[in-house]
């Protein structure tokens, strides 16, 4: 299908760290699936790529019929559309950073390894998309054992939740190991580990923070709290996150500085959502933005 797969090198103009005289913004990419409801996904992405001033580009893995209750299905987009895709964009667009999410097939997982990996110039932000707010599977056995395989050697750092670390690693969903040691033991798989500790609305409805976990290999993992938002409308919270961190290493920032932007964007934008009515299940994180002439009443 591509050209640019026979070499294990691939072609790229060199990215702007910091916008330009001419206003010229970072690219960042989104790897992604499609959310009809708006709420995760590439809407996700691009919407949050908007609000902090990089351009996204996209290339689709997955067609999912979705909204605020389930994945009602799932159309996967076959792996050489999203290799032309991923060439497309790689031949003409210099990326300062590149996100992943859903990717729902070991075979698109190891395609974006091998024409994504992560560099100093082009970070690789991995959020292991495995189960959706909803419950529904995105991404099976196989899929998490290509993630371990070829994945995370290859980035710079993954992004998982608690569900997704245990899976990661091979763990029961029961199982009651810390989320600060599940994060210290990703950490030796290959990439940085920012796990992201939203509260379990099972255990923990009335906790007053959430606990993120920042670990390097070789390092004690770091704990980065802030004040939790009491929301029900969290759907595509972990979507937002992943991309405004790749938006800010876009921008030149440094892992822990980078983080707490994005979790600080992420909360500003579930502070947003927490009073609106839509669907009748976990209603979409905010991807709008207050209109210049002030917020509506
Ligand atoms: N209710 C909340 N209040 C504040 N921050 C939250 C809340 N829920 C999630 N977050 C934050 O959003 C980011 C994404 O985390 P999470 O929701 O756990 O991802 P996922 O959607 O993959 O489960 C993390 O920084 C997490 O701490
Ligand atoms: C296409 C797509 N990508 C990602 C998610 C995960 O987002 P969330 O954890 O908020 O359901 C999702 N539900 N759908």
Redesign the pocket.
């Known amino acids: 299908m591509s050209a640019s797969r026979s070499s294990s090198a691939p072609r790229q103009a060199s990215a702007p760290r910091q916008a330009s005289a001419t206003g010229t913004p970072p690219v960042v990419l989104s790897v992604?699936?499609?959310?009809s409801g708006g709420?995760?996904?590439?809407a996700?992405d691009l919407t949050t790529f908007a609000a902090l001033g990089v351009h996204g580009a996209c290339v689709v893995t997955?067609v999912?019929a979705?909204d605020t209750t389930a994945?009602h299905a799932v159309h996967p987009v076959p792996p050489a559309v999203v290799a032309a895709q991923v060439d497309a964009v790689l031949g003409d667009l210099p990326l300062a950073a590149v996100k992943t999410?859903?990717l729902g097939s070991p075979v698109v997982v190891a395609l974006v390894a091998e024409l994504l990996a992560g560099s100093p110039s082009r970070p690789l932000v991995v959020?292991p998309?495995l189960?959706?707010?909803?419950g529904?599977v995105?991404g099976d056995g196989a899929v998490v054992a290509a993630y371990v395989a070829s994945l995370l050697p290859v980035a710079t750092v993954v992004t998982p939740?608690v569900d997704e670390a245990r899976a990661l690693l091979g763990r029961a969903p029961d199982d009651r190991t810390p989320a600060r040691d599940l994060a210290g033991e990703l950490a030796l798989l290959g990439a940085a580990v920012l796990l992201t500790g939203g509260p379990d609305p099972r255990h923990d409805e009335h906790a007053r923070c959430c606990t993120d976990w920042l670990a390097l290999p070789g390092a004690e993992p770091r704990a980065l709290r802030h004040p939790r938002v009491a929301t029900r409308n969290?759907?595509?919270?972990?979507?937002t996150y992943a991309s405004a961190l790749a938006a800010h290493l876009a921008q030149g920032e440094g892992l822990a500085s980078a983080a707490d932007r994005a979790a600080a964007y992420t909360a500003h934008q579930l502070v947003r959502s927490a009073p609106w009515r839509l669907g009748r299940g976990?209603g979409p994180?905010a991807h709008v933005h207050p209109h210049p002439a002030g917020e509506p009443a």
């Open positions: 992604a699936g499609t959310d709420a995760a996904g590439t996700a997955a999912t979705q994945v999410g859903m959020d998309v189960v959706a707010t909803s529904a995105l939740n969290d759907h595509g919270s972990g979507c976990r994180v």
